[in-house]
């Protein structure tokens, strides 16, 4: 097999790369990223000279480029991560969520319907379906009603996907996950962010009154269920993702603290999100009974190992978060 990964030096596309490399060590695994600021090749040096991955910097909304890469590296199927991915930005400048998630995934899929590929995996979200009251979980059937700009882009990538399997044939299979968390996640996000403002005593930032609430999954455990859906999923279905870990954003914050042994006076309520949606839960008993997933790590456990990995590995958010990861692209391919 020759998989086409998109965004795969992101935080879940780097994490899919190297676990496609550990358990599917026969497979070629080309990467196509265009490096935006939430690009990190340095996230892969392990699989620096490994003639298995190769890692081609370019832009989804290329067409051409898309083609080409398909006939060059005889390529099977496409998992499709890469996207503008933070819900805030696409609160400050929603243009480019269309730009890459809307209109450069629908140049992918034309790509890929040009090629007759045997798989389009559509990595989608949670977000997709909008907000949920006290109780009850998302599941594969319940409406589409997406909040946000970030999210919005995405439902339509999601179902642009479909549209090419029902209109054109295209073998698409879509996932929508709920919230990862794990190493290599950009500092913007929930997790990384406290835990970097907790190690420099900074304020944690807490939007509105810090009880919304998201479903937590270990980003090892999406990508086990990538490739069960990759592998096993049928044409034109949908599988939600889920660990079954809801939490409180204010409960993971003191979590947080508590890991670093930081004083919870750090907390700092702060002006909401606007939009915000409150609580998503994730039914994800479909993937579970048909393709045989199950997720591997408890959140506490999980957690735990996550703030112990950015503790251990201070030079690269700092490099993240100063630009200096930049230059590790511009030495080792820029160069050659
Ligand atoms: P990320 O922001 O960490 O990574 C996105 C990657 O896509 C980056 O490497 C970036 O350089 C690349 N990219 C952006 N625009 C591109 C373009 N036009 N062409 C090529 N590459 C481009 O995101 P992530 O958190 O790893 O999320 C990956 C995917 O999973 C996204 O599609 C996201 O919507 C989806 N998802 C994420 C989560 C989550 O909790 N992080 C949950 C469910 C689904
Ligand atoms: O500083 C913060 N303070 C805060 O209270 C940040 C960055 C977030 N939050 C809250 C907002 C959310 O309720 O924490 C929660 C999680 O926020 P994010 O980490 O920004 O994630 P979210 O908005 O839930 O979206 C994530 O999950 C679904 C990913 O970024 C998306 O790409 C994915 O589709």
Known sequence: MNVLVTGGCGFIGSNLVKYLRKHRPEWKVVNLDKLTYAGNLENLSELEGDPKHVFVRGDIGSQDLIEHLLVQHSIDAVMHLAAESHVDRSILGPEVFVTTNVLGTQRLLEAARSRGLKRFLMVSTD?????LGPTGAFTE??????????SSSKTSSDLISLAYHHTFGLDVVVTRCSNNYG???FP?????????NALHDKPLPVYGDGGN????????????????????GKAGEVYNIGGGAERKNIDIVKAVLGLLGKPESLIKFVKDRPGHDRRYAIDPSKI???LGWTPSQTFEQGLAETVKWYVDHPSWWE?????????????QYRAR
């Open 188 to 196: 913007e996000k929930l997790i990384p962010l406290m835990v970097v």
């Open 127 to 131: 977000e997709v379906y909008g907000s």
């Open 141 to 150: 059937q319940s409406p589409l009603q997406p909040s946000s700009p970030y």
């Open 288 to 290: 579970k009974a048909e």
């Open 213 to 232: 609430v998201r479903d937590w999954l270990h980003v090892e455990d999406h990508c086990s269920a990538l490739l069960h859906a990759l592998e096993k």
């Open 183 to 185: 190493r290599y996640q």
């Open 319 to 331: 490099r993240v978060m100063s630009g200096t990861y930049r230059q590790y692209f511009e030495t």
